[in-house]
Each structure stands twice: as C-alpha cells, then as structure tokens.
DNA sequence: TTGAATATTGAGTAATTGCCCACGCGTATA
DNA sequence: TATACGCGTGGGCAATTACTCAATATTCAA
C-alpha cells in the first residue's frame, strides 16, 4: 500500500537547513541583525540569508508575541466578563478585512495553554478539536511538563476513517512531554447503538473518564450556517444540517449542537456524538476560543447558557456580542 | 529652573500611545500588515505607523521568541561574549549523556577552520594540539589554500619519541594544500637549558617566528584533574600533575598551565614547556576549542584573563560558565 | 498672551528586504 | 555515456522599511 506523499511539499528540509535557519531567524529577530551581515556571518549570499529567515518564519520557529493591554481589548473583555458572568476573558485586536478566520485567537490560546502547563501543580487539561486549536498548537513551543495530563474532549476520527486533519491532541503530544489520552473515534457515530459500542472500549473508557475530571479545558465554537465545520468535514450530511437548522440549533462544541438560548438539541446528532460531555462548569474552567462574524451567534448562545466560563476572541466579535 | 537633560529622550508616551503602537505591533508582527495597510487603517500616515511599529519594539511590546535548539545557543554566546567581552564565541547544542568529548565542538572548529582557509587574503593559522583539535582536523574536507599559512604552536613529539597521536598538524596538511610548519619538539622538553637548545634549531626558530605572526589560532584546554591529558598523555609525570595542583594550577593551553584567575604559573613545568607562547590577542584572534564539565574551571580562567579571545563550546559548558 | 523649548509630523531619501528568473551543479534515467 | 530533471544559487529589480530634516503643533512658564 502505498503510503500518501506529504501533502504539497516535496522538499525534505534537513536538520543543518533547519539548523541555519533558526540561526539566521536568532541573528535577524533577536540580535536584530541586517540580512546582509547575517549573510556574511553564516557565510552565504545575501539570498540566500533571505531564504533562511524567510524559512524560519514559516517553518514557524519565530514566535511572535504581544503582550499589552491595548485599552480597547481590555474594555470589551470586562464587559464581556460582566455581561456574562464569565470566569476569564480575553480580547485580542482584529485585523479588519483579514481572511484568517483564527488569526490572533491561535496566538494567544497558545499562550494561555503555556500558562496552563507551565503550573508545577499537575493539572488535567482537556482540548477539544477544529481549526482554531490546531492553528493554537502550531504556535506553541516545547514544553517539558510530564506531570500534566492532557485529555482529547472529542473524536478525532475523520469520517472517511483516516485520522481528522485537526487531530489536535496528537499535534499537541508532539509539542509538549505530558502524558496525552486522544479519543480515536469520529466526533459522530453513526449510531446511537453504535457510540455505546465505542465508548465501552477500554481505552475509550479511561479517556472519558478522565475527561470528566479535567480542571481546565479549550474548546472551539463551531456554527451551523451554510459552511459548518461539522458538515464541511463531513460529520453530518447537508440533510442533518438542514434539519438542526430547522430546529433552531445555532451552534455547537465539541460536535454537541445547542440552539440559540444555549440549550442543548435532544434527540438527532446529539444522540450520536461521541465526544465526551462538557465538563463541569462549577469546577472547570471551559474557555472557549473563537471569532468571526459567523460564529456571533453560536459564541453567544454559548454564553448565555454558560456552557463555557471562559472567552477567547478578538474586538469584532466581542462588539458584536455586546451590541 | 532647567529639567534635568534625559539621557536620550524626554519621551513622555501616554497610554493611549501605546496603545497604537501595540495594535500597530500586532498588526504588523501578528497579522503581516505592511506598515502602509496598517497606516490606514489606523488612520495615520505611514511614517506615523512606521514611528508607532518602532516603538512597540523599542518599548518591547513585541516579544519574539525562537523555538529551536540552535536559539539558546544563540543565546548562551551572546551572553558568554558580553560577560568575557570576547571577539567571538560560538555555542553548540549538547547532546546530554553522550560520551564523546568532542561531539559537536569538532564540527564547528572544523567549520571555522574552512571559513578561515577559503579567505581570499593570505592568513597565517596557528593550530595546538590535542583531541579536540584532532577530531576537528578529520572533520575537514580537502581544501586547497596555497596562499595560506599553517603553523603549529605546540609540540607534537611524545614523550617515548614518536610523533605525537595528537600531531594536528600533520593530519591537518593531509586535507589542506598549504604551506604547514610544524614543531617537532615534545610539548615539555626535559629542562629549560634544553628547551633552549631545542629552540634554537633553524626549523624550530623559523615555526616560532612565525607562531608569534598568526592572525587567528585555535588551541585545546586542557584541565589538570585526575585525568590531566598532559599526564594522561605521559608529558608530566604524577608528581608534577600533584605539584601543579598544589599551586593552584586549573588548566592548561598549548601546555602552559595556569591558575583560576588564568595567570600563568611562575616556574616548574612552564620553564620546560616547548610550546610557542599564545599569540598576542590584540593582534591576534585566538579561539580556545572546548567542552566538558571538568574542563570549565580552565576555561573560565581562560576567559578572565583573556588568555583567549575567542571560544567554541556546548551548550551544558557555556551554562556551567555562566552559571 | 507671548515666547521658547519640545514634541510631532510629513516629505524625501537611503537602506533593506522580497521576489522572479536564469544559470550551474549534481543526480537520476535511458 | 548522454540527456533530462531538480534543486539550490546569485543577479537584478521592485516593494517595503528606516532614517534625516525641516516645518508645524503643543506645552509650559512668565
């Protein structure tokens, strides 16, 4: 069988390439060296100082991150706090007209992660799946810290039985040394009868139940317009869309679909989703991480139901909320 | 009444500066705006969004970060360099637990021993002895430098008469077509009168003359623990290793030892030593090549006398130093 | 209110960077 | 062995950014 070529790339980059690169990036970002002196200290063409750099960058070996409480930010981040009785919010600045859908949330739901594991107390932390996380942990560094334990809240199993594009935690083992539970099932059965069947599992049953105790917990808000995750990826077919739209479902995290007032949908996909239950918002933080204007609805059903207690979003979408 | 002259700038930046500046950073840093789309949409010209840019990184807003190996390597140099105010200092990852002493320190002296032949002026390159320069000489690739001198600062005779194990020299014009003097002298010779008589050969003057003219040199340290390579290597004896150390002796270079504050020692086996005397590092660059936790209290010596002003280490080495 | 000192701004310009293209070297293939 | 292919490289140029300078705005004290 033969094994799928990496996607799009065909350059096999080595560890000296790599190596040059994160030099040049140190001599570039940190010592604040010009590409040229860089060029003549590594002993290339000035192009070629370029392409390291550059090679540093989307290799994402620079992390770039800002630190200040931008007055703006942190007004709509009390307020949101207020307005919904929520335990921790933060609002990072928006780029208008800027098509990345998780730009700034990544940057700054890798931080608060960094803060979570960095705690010398072990602590369980729970993650859920989708864009928005993925796109967090490539932003993360190295971490050491195999006294915390990390828990995958939901499946992760493509539809088409290979593992989903936003297997996050498995991204998030590479990352950090803690011992890691992934859920390897779809995020959608295809049955009552057959979800049960899964979580009987032994590996799955330890998974769930570690998930029920974990203390804090990331998540992705996904909406149920025309392009929702769970049907762009192929969760649930355009019948079933239709069909929760019908109902007034507005949303959903972790696969479990809620209508406008946060309350979740009985019956329908609900009673297939294999994901684990949300955890305890008495005794867990649950942040959510989330933007954009067609998720405004679905983040603030969410909220108002409390099925988060936490907030990760940018300007837009906390003026939309508060508006 | 005059205010009291800044030094630098009377900079009185309010809040709501800064605020722009940081969105100015995020937007620019974070979001990959040019600073002509982050002008409007800040609503500023663009040298005001250049000026607001600036100063977020100026007033390190933005924090940048380098996820690789290589960085803190980066990192322990610059420090390293700033503490011993060194020409130059290059650090190498380590590779905890691994055996070999030389892993790592050998690639590098090997590379910059070809950044220093592939020079298109002349040079003249003195060389010392021992394992670490030897492990470096067979890292090199073949290079022909005709235009170049080599020189080598040490002895390389043993003490049983045959040509030193470590005889960098002669290895190292087997990789480079140039012009080599080598010293075929022991390290120590049995007394100073014949150190005397030895240095006053023709070939021997000649290679000493010209040990006192090299622009860049790169030397060993040894330590004078237990397993001192001098006495490992039979050019001192056990007395004389306990003698060393009972004055205070810590390290040696080209086999002139000397104490924790680098000073040279007065008298016993540095009146024998047949070596060249470490060339002038006003005039000269000298790079001491070396790793090992039984070697840092040499090499710190080295470094605070400026018996060296240059240095290739490992990362474990250059924490100890710092440290 | 005025004047002086200081800060801020925009224009112009130099420096730096990003990118495209053609070349050359090495390797795989017929 | 000859040929094609691919990758990396450096030249050149356009875009972007940094800096200098003079003009303008602002602040503070008399």
Redesign the interface.
């Given at each position: 069988m033969a094994r799928r070529p990496e996607s799009g790339k065909t350059k096999d980059i080595n560890k000296t390439k790599?190596?040059d690169a994160?030099?040049a990036?140190?001599?570039y970002?940190?010592?604040g060296n010009t590409q040229d002196e860089i060029a003549s200290k590594l002993?290339v063409s000035r192009q070629t100082a370029q392409r390291l750099v550059s090679l540093?960058v989307s290799e994402?070996?620079?992390?770039?991150?800002?630190?200040?409480p931008?007055?703006?930010c942190m007004d709509y981040a009390a307020r949101l706090q207020a307005a919904y009785g929520l335990d921790e919010v933060e609002v990072?600045?928006s780029?208008?007209g800027?098509p990345?859908t998780t730009?700034?949330i990544a940057?700054a739901v890798a931080a608060r992660i960094e803060k979570i594991l960095s705690a010398s107390d072990p602590v369980t932390m729970g993650i859920g799946t989708g864009r928005t996380l993925k796109a967090a942990v490539e932003q993360l560094?190295?971490i050491d810290c195999p006294h915390h334990f990390i828990v995958s809240l939901a499946g992760n199993i493509a539809p088409d039985g290979s593992a989903a594009f936003y297997n996050v935690v498995f991204n998030l083992a590479n990352k950090v040394s803690a011992p890691s539970f992934p859920m390897p099932l779809p995020v959608i059965a295809a049955s009552a009868g057959e979800r049960a069947l899964l979580h009987e599992q032994a590996g799955i049953g330890r998974t769930l139940a570690l998930a029920q105790k974990v203390q804090i917990a990331i998540v992705g808000v996904g909406d149920l317009g025309p392009s929702a995750p769970l049907y762009e990826d192929g969760f649930v077919t355009l019948d079933e869309l239709k069909a929760l739209q019908n109902v007034g479902a507005v949303g959903e995290i972790l696969g479990w679909t809620f209508d406008a007032e946060g309350r979740v949908i009985e019956g329908m996909i609900n009673e297939r989703v294999a994901s684990a239950r949300l955890p305890d918002r008495d005794n867990a933080l649950v942040i959510a991480a989330a933007k954009g204007g067609n998720k405004v609805e679905a983040i603030r059903a969410a909220l108002r139901r409390r099925l988060v207690n936490g907030l990760i979003t940018d300007e837009d979408t906390a003026r939309a909320l508060l508006g």
């Amino acid at each position: 069988m033969a094994r799928r070529p990496e996607s799009g790339k065909t350059k096999d980059i080595n560890k000296t390439k790599l190596d040059d690169a994160a030099r040049a990036g140190w001599l570039y970002y940190v010592a604040g060296n010009t590409q040229d002196e860089i060029a003549s200290k590594l002993g290339v063409s000035r192009q070629t100082a370029q392409r390291l750099v550059s090679l540093a960058v989307s290799e994402k070996l620079v992390k770039v991150r800002l630190d200040h409480p931008i007055a703006q930010c942190m007004d709509y981040a009390a307020r949101l706090q207020a307005a919904y009785g929520l335990d921790e919010v933060e609002v990072v600045p928006s780029d208008p007209g800027h098509p990345d859908t998780t730009l700034g949330i990544a940057e700054a739901v890798a931080a608060r992660i960094e803060k979570i594991l960095s705690a010398s107390d072990p602590v369980t932390m729970g993650i859920g799946t989708g864009r928005t996380l993925k796109a967090a942990v490539e932003q993360l560094s190295f971490i050491d810290c195999p006294h915390h334990f990390i828990v995958s809240l939901a499946g992760n199993i493509a539809p088409d039985g290979s593992a989903a594009f936003y297997n996050v935690v498995f991204n998030l083992a590479n990352k950090v040394s803690a011992p890691s539970f992934p859920m390897p099932l779809p995020v959608i059965a295809a049955s009552a009868g057959e979800r049960a069947l899964l979580h009987e599992q032994a590996g799955i049953g330890r998974t769930l139940a570690l998930a029920q105790k974990v203390q804090i917990a990331i998540v992705g808000v996904g909406d149920l317009g025309p392009s929702a995750p769970l049907y762009e990826d192929g969760f649930v077919t355009l019948d079933e869309l239709k069909a929760l739209q019908n109902v007034g479902a507005v949303g959903e995290i972790l696969g479990w679909t809620f209508d406008a007032e946060g309350r979740v949908i009985e019956g329908m996909i609900n009673e297939r989703v294999a994901s684990a239950r949300l955890p305890d918002r008495d005794n867990a933080l649950v942040i959510a991480a989330a933007k954009g204007g067609n998720k405004v609805e679905a983040i603030r059903a969410a909220l108002r139901r409390r099925l988060v207690n936490g907030l990760i979003t940018d300007e837009d979408t906390a003026r939309a909320l508060l508006g």
